[in-house]
């Protein structure tokens, strides 16, 4: 079973939280403004019954456009692989082939390039003992590590995101000590150099990935909270009180945010800046989820993603467990027209192509 990476992190404690205050924390300090927890659900998802299997899900095709990345389980526990389709099923491409798992794409703000994090097993290890960011061009082509590390299976290097002008990445560094690890937030410049800490967040509990805004600052999680930091200096700070935020996705403009919320077993929507509805995208994840969310919550992810509109998301549902990975969603931003992706069964980590 592959082992629980920085991005995937979690502890024997579970979720506990404070889902509404966290939340408003987040909307009054991005803006000061107030926030309303008024929900809306898509019709198809309030028709399920509580712990159906997501492949027993009737669900239209998306009527959306554009190009989806993300991850597809090849062989359970022993790989994962990059690909990318066409919102509506077509076009399914498989972009590499390596042993191990590849997973996180994120494309470069011109749509030419694809970020990655690949990991493998180390000589002599039974685990994946090591994970390092790559780059490649749309088609799968010109593939290039970007981190190295010279003493192998201490450092992992995971997670990364594009710069808005796409002249930097900002990743997580996780470093492994004998009573755990430290994951930090580190950027690099888009060929690698230049490797620089940003912010140390410490001995954590769950990490996800870094989410570069609009406005030049890195939103990422600790222990199950917001964080935002300007790379160039200055310490982050904390939006949410809580550890109930899962994973999130920013809006392309910066104006909405996304958010697993683990205590609710939801995805919700809402402004940044406070005011209007919150909107409910997927409720319960775990309907939808592969795996047994209801055993253990810790390990379940919804891998938002916006489209280059804003008008839509792509979801991805998955866990650390075995089998892993999930049908793949698409939902309107105001939380109609529920979807599935035809043909893609076992995706996760969802990345939508700039238009």
Partial sequence: MRLLIARRWSTAIGVMALSLVGIAALTLA??????????????????????????????????????????????????????????????????????????HPDWSPDGSRILYTHYRKLKGEDNWSDANVWVMNADGSGKVQLTKHLTKGDLWDMNATWS?????????????????????????????????????????????????????????LKEGDLYAVDPEGGGPARLTKGENVRDFALSPDGKMIAIYDTLWDRVEAFAMRGGGTRTTLLDPVGD???????????????????????????????????????RLYIVNADGSGLSAVPGVETASDPAWRPE
Avoid at 60 to 79: H, L, M, N, R
Avoid at 290 to 308: C, F, M, Q, V
Avoid at 313 to 321: C, I, K, P, V
């Fill in 30 to 103: 991005a803006c000061g403004g107030s926030s309303s927890t008024t929900s809306n659900s898509p019709g198809a998802a309030t028709s399920l019954v509580g712990g159906q299997s997501q492949g027993a899900i009737p669900l239209p095709a998306p009527t959306v456009t554009g190009t989806i990345a993300f991850a597809k389980v090849v062989e359970q526990g022993v790989s994962d692989d990059m690909y990318v389709v066409s919102a509506d099923g077509t076009s399914l491409t498989q972009l590499t082939d390596d042993l191990g798992y590849e997973d």
């Fill in 164 to 220: 808005p002008d796409g002249k930097q990445i900002a990743l997580n560094r996780l470093e492994w000590v004998k009573k755990g690890a430290f994951v930090d937030v580190f950027v690099m410049n888009a060929d690698g150099s230049g490797l620089k800490l940003v912010t140390t967040a410490g001995p954590v509990v769950h990490v996800v990935k870094p989410d570069w805004a609009p406005d030049g600052k890195i939103f990422f």
């Fill in 288 to 326: 939808f989820i592969t795996g047994n969310w209801l055993e253990d919550k810790r390990t379940s992810y919804a891998n938002p993603a916006w489209s280059p509109d804003g008008k839509a998301l792509a979801l991805a549902s998955s866990n650390d467990g075995v089998p892993r990975g999930s």
